[in-house]
T-cell receptor, first 110, second 113 residues
Framework: NAGVTQTPKFRVLKTGQSMTLLCAQDMNHEYMYWYRQDPGMGLRLIHYSVGEGTTAKGEVPDGYNVSRLKKQNFLLGLESAAPSQTSVYFC?????????FGPGTRLTVL | GQQLNQSPQSMFIQEGEDVSMNCTSSSIFNTWLWYKQDPGEGPVLLIALYKAGELTSNGRLTAQFGITRKDSFLNISASIPSDVGIYFCAGQKAGAGSYQLTFGKGTKLSVIP
């Protein structure tokens, strides 16, 4: 099993550009999550999903959208990137409380 | 915002020493989890605690779920260089739905050989 995978690993955007981060899991988990990690801030929840076709807002949802069209995939979109969205983004999945994380995507917005 | 206070923020220890770090909150938690993050990687689950007072070990790691359900600690015995990394506590607050976790800001551990 690959576990949780994320693409791309790195990306540089200009302000105003859009992009989609892809998360995939092969563990048949119902729950999936997107976090951002900033220095000194720990992990903050952006959006999450409790199952295929459902999404919900987390702690810091502004500027992001998500979709869960298939159980194994959870997409995070930035419609108009801003420098404040420079961060490392982690996807996670779980059956219950124990969340399993992907390797992260490092995004820089210039 | 975040409601978990994790301490210390960072620590430098000599190889072979024992390490202790903790997480406290003003809220009650149903679950405590401890993760380790290596540079450039995602967090990896070390230990999960589900009951107040529970003490669980994983090799040289020992973690406890506080009796008040508002705190947890992680001990590492006989530290080795590969213990270097950032350790995060995370908890599911009582009443929180959908297994959402609240994370501490991390304890950065450095081990001097």
């Amino acid at each position: 099993n690959a576990g949780v995978t994320q693409t791309p690993k790195f990306r540089v955007l200009k302000t105003g550009q859009s992009m989609t981060l892809l998360c995939a899991q092969d563990m048949n988990h119902e729950y999936m999550y997107w976090y951002r990690q900033d220095p000194g801030m720990g992990l903050r929840l952006i959006h999450y999903s409790v199952g295929e076709g459902t999404t919900a807002k987390g702690e810091v949802p502004d500027g992001y959208n998500v979709s869960r069209l298939k159980k194994q995939n959870f997409l995070l979109g930035l419609e108009s990137a801003a420098p404040s969205q420079t961060s490392v983004y982690f996807c996670a999945s779980s059956l219950g409380q124990e969340q399993f994380f992907g390797p992260g995507t490092r995004l820089t917005v210039l | 915002g975040q409601q978990l206070n994790q301490s210390p923020q960072s620590m430098f220890i000599q190889e072979g020493e024992d390490v202790s770090m903790n997480c406290t909150s003003s809220s009650i938690f149903n679950t405590w989890l401890w993760y380790k993050q290596d540079p450039g990687e995602g967090p990896v689950l070390l230990i999960a605690l589900y009951k107040a007072g529970e003490l669980t070990s994983n090799g040289r790691l020992t973690a406890q779920f506080g009796i008040t359900r508002k705190d947890s600690f992680l001990n590492i015995s006989a530290s080795i260089p590969s213990d270097v990394g950032i350790y995060f506590c995370a908890g599911q607050k009582a009443g929180a739905g959908s297994y959402q976790l609240t994370f501490g800001k991390g304890t950065k551990l450095s081990v001097i050989p």
